[in-house]
T-cell receptor
């Protein structure tokens, strides 16, 4: 299976920037996803990276380095509603393109 | 509205009493999957299906069964539930495998087995 690591918790202040790191080990890499999950709700898609580099989408950006097995999700101009769990997920071609999830990083935004 | 639906949303049951959690999607997606989510463990895949009548085991299939008789439906069956199956369950679907096809998740089913 996959080995996906991300920090358990992070705290930041409203208006600030937070970077959530994700490291992974896999064979047959076929893309990395970031999902947001508010407490008690379903995960929702944030971003997808398959090539090295930065993908920007409004206040959220995601970076990928395939050679390092590393990604980060950058949340800028934090808002209270950004308090949630952020899930890193990696897909590989070896296991029928299965998506494997990290345990998630809980971000708390304080006023 | 494009969505994945699950029923029931909440269920409390007793050990050994068979139950089924339904999952349905209206997006004509080929790929469907069941996950369970437990604190500190993240989402773990139970079973998945790549098309009608094609299913396979995920990481934690023990104690579960699935079927895919129609493209839109993918029920999860617990023949004899046990307390260690108390968890939050999510059904998900996606248009295809590979590429930027993200998974769409249902609202979740919180199951308690006493």
């Amino acid at each position: 299976g996959q080995n996906i690591d991300q920090p358990t918790e992070m705290t930041a202040t409203e208006g600030a920037i937070v970077q959530i790191n994700c490291t992974y080990q896999t064979s047959g890499f076929n893309g990395l996803f970031w999902y947001q999950q508010h407490a008690g709700e379903a995960p929702t898609f944030l971003s997808y990276n398959v090539l090295d580099g930065l993908e920007e989408k409004g206040r959220f950006s995601s970076f990928l380095s395939r050679s390092k097995g590393y990604s980060y999700l950058l949340l800028k101009e934090l808002q209270m509603k950004d308090s949630a769990s952020y899930l890193c997920a990696v897909r590989d071609t070896i296991n029928d393109y299965k998506l494997s999830f990290g345990a998630g990083t809980t971000v708390t935004v304080r006023a | 509205e494009a969505q994945v639906t699950q029923n029931p949303r909440y269920l409390i049951t007793v050990t050994g009493k068979k139950l089924t959690v339904t999952c349905s999607q209206n997006m004509n997606h080929e790929y469907m999957s069941w996950y369970r989510q437990d604190p500190g463990l993240g989402l773990r895949q139970i079973y998945y299906s790549m098309n009608v009548e094609v299913t396979d085991k995920g990481d934690v299939p023990e104690g579960y069964k699935v079927s895919r008789k129609e493209k839109r439906n993918f029920p999860l069956i617990l023949e004899s539930p046990s307390p260690n199956q108390t968890s939050l369950y999510f059904c998900a679907s996606s248009l295809g495998l590979g590429g930027p096809y993200e998974q769409y998740f249902g609202p979740g089913t919180r199951l308690t087995v006493t």
